[in-house]
């Protein structure tokens, strides 16, 4: 990211603190995940590479840090530590992940978009009749978790395919990922319900 430390004017890896002097920033909620992880707004994350950013940052913001700087710092500590914690759960999320970067760009939100690709739709309505007729544990519901999964991960290539690169803000192709979220979505409340019903391995 390009900007300075206020403090000390040495260059920041993230808008939550400095690295060269440890001062804290005020950070705004909802601040992009990306920029408060040092990283440019796009799909592929390296996961490694994340976490590493996540501990070093956290050495920065820790609330364990600041317990004996008062408690204004404490409280600052804590909410940047809670918003660093927050965007790596964003970032180590494809699905959140992509409608992040969907907002981002101006494209419609779930609210906005609600449906699904038409050519899912019949799949869907076969799979609910199978999700509640079949027994738990039976060779039905076993057959539909397989082609369920099987569709998260088409569905998951598609998404990655529509943002990488990423499009130009308000491209008319973030209406599709935005469609396949929301049937990612409904495939991830599916196989929850599939695995609920199941109960204990």
């Not at 710092?73 to 530590?81: D, I, M, V």
């Not at 907002?103 to 050519?119: F, H, V, Y």
Request: aromatic share 4%; glycine share 8%; proline share 6%.
């Amino acid at each position: 990211m390009d900007a300075t430390c206020p403090s000390c004017g040495a260059g920041l890896e993230t808008p939550l603190a400095c690295g060269a002097c440890g001062v804290l920033m005020l950070t705004e909620d909802g601040a992009c995940p990306f920029a408060l992880l040092g990283l440019e707004p796009g799909f592929p994350v390296d996961a490694k590479d994340l976490k590493t950013r996540l501990r070093r940052f956290t050495r920065l913001v820790h609330p364990d840090f600041f317990a004996l700087e008062g408690e204004e710092a404490l409280a600052k500590a804590e909410r940047n530590n809670a918003l660093l914690n927050e965007a790596f759960a964003v970032l180590s999320d494809e699905t959140r992940r992509a409608d992040r970067l969907v907002a981002r760009l101006g494209g419609p939100s779930k609210k906005d978009l609600g449906s699904m690709p038409q050519a899912f739709l019949m799949e869907v309505m076969e799979w609910n009749e199978t999700l509640e007729e079949a027994s738990p544990g039976s060779a039905e519901m076993l057959r539909l978790s397989s082609e369920l999964t099987e569709h998260r991960d088409r569905i998951s290539t598609e998404i990655a395919a529509a943002l990488t690169p990423l499009p130009q803000p308000g491209a008319a192709s973030l209406a599709g990922v935005r469609q396949s979220l929301n049937a990612r979505r409904y495939v991830d409340r599916a196989l929850g319900r599939i695995s609920a019903s199941a109960g204990p391995a």
